[in-house]
């Protein structure tokens, strides 16, 4: 069964908040090595829902086995959470959350990559003040030029959920819909990068942190004994 993947996985992580040195790991001070309580079937059931489409099945699994959010990598995950205005992750416990994601924005079609092609091509035509007669038409067709910019960038994002902050804007994102469902992504905006494929579906990313994070812990040298008093 799909869910075998995450036995004991959560006990693990909970594990790690108590070892030493902790504290040092990155991200821990957004999380703690802290989850979430898990999702109920009638919870997933909901939100699959308002998302309009089922949930990538490892990910699914997780929220059923391990956490709703909390503990992961960089600054932790984000939870899906229910309100009046229907379902969307926040960073419910964290210190440093990435930005909300409406389930109804998350189950819109995922077309990060025909954007980026129209990106890279928007970007060849950024006007150029000498082509221009006046400084008013210069800055009309700038204008222009930005707002469709921003458009198409802003549309990158449907169709994937902000999972977790990397830290200076940049966040990882775990796509929703389309033929890459269930894997994650990373938003690189802030360094002109785009958003781009990490190479690995939301299992693997997530259990190679917690396999690297006890590796880490494990190499750690041993805090100094306290001095015998006299």
């Not at 998302?51 to 990910?59: A, R």
């Not at 956490?67 to 959470?81: K, R």
């Given at each position: 069964m799909i869910e075998d993947m995450w036995a004991g996985v959560r006990e693990r992580v909970l594990r790690l908040a108590g070892h030493p040195g902790a504290e040092k790991i990155f991200g821990a001070r957004g999380h703690g090595f802290r989850l979430g309580p898990v999702l109920d079937e009638g919870e997933l059931r909901a939100l699959e829902a308002?998302?309009?489409?089922?949930?990538?099945?490892?990910?699914?699994?997780?929220?059923?086995?391990?956490?709703?959010?909390?503990?992961?990598?960089?600054?932790?995950?984000?939870?899906?959470?229910s309100d009046d205005s229907g379902w969307q992750w926040r960073g419910v416990g964290l210190a440093y959350p990435g930005q909300p994601t409406t389930a109804r924005f998350a189950g819109q079609p995922f077309v990060a990559e025909a954007l980026q092609e129209e990106l890279d091509s928007l970007e060849t035509q950024e006007p150029e003040r000498g082509a221009f007669a006046s400084e008013d038409a210069f800055r009309r067709a700038y204008a222009a030029w930005d707002a469709r910019y921003e458009e198409l960038s802003d549309a990158q994002e449907a169709g994937a959920v902000f999972l977790s902050e990397q830290g200076c804007g940049y966040t990882s994102l775990l796509v929703m819909t389309g033929p890459h469902r269930g894997a994650i992504w990373e938003d690189l905006r802030p360094a002109d990068g785009g958003i781009r494929p990490s190479g690995q579906n939301f299992a693997q990313w997530y259990r190679s942190w917690l396999e690297r994070t006890e590796q880490q812990l494990q190499a750690l040298p041993p805090a100094p004994e306290a001095p015998d008093r006299v």
């Open positions: 308002d998302l309009g489409i089922g949930l990538p099945v490892e990910y699914r699994s997780f929220l059923r086995c391990v956490g709703g959010g909390g503990a992961g990598p960089d600054y932790g995950l984000m939870t899906p959470v």
